[in-house]
């Protein structure tokens, strides 16, 4: 009953890689959160939708 009662403690943004390092620790380090992310395997879904976005504009432009 206990476990079904508690609270969550884990946010989305909690399990991202160096969410606990603060923008000096970072910098210390030579690295970003997105630097991070990319080592860690995670992709950044905007970026890959604005690369589509520009291969699609690319294609109608020759068209194709």
């Known amino acids: 009953m ?3 009662n508690a609270e969550k403690s884990e946010t989305a943004e909690d399990l ?3 969410h606990n390092l603060s ?3 970072l910098a210390k380090r ?3 959160r997105q630097q ?3 080592q860690s ?3 950044d879904l905007s970026a890959l939708v604005e690369k589509r ?3 699609l504009r690319k294609q109608q432009q020759e068209g194709g």
Do not use: C, F, N, Y
């Open 2 to 4: 206990r476990i079904m």
């Open 16 to 18: 991202q890689p160096g």
């Open 36 to 38: 991070l992310r990319k």
């Open 53 to 55: 976005k520009a291969e």
């Open 30 to 32: 030579h690295t970003s």
């Open 23 to 25: 923008d000096e620790e």
């Open 41 to 43: 395997g995670l992709v």
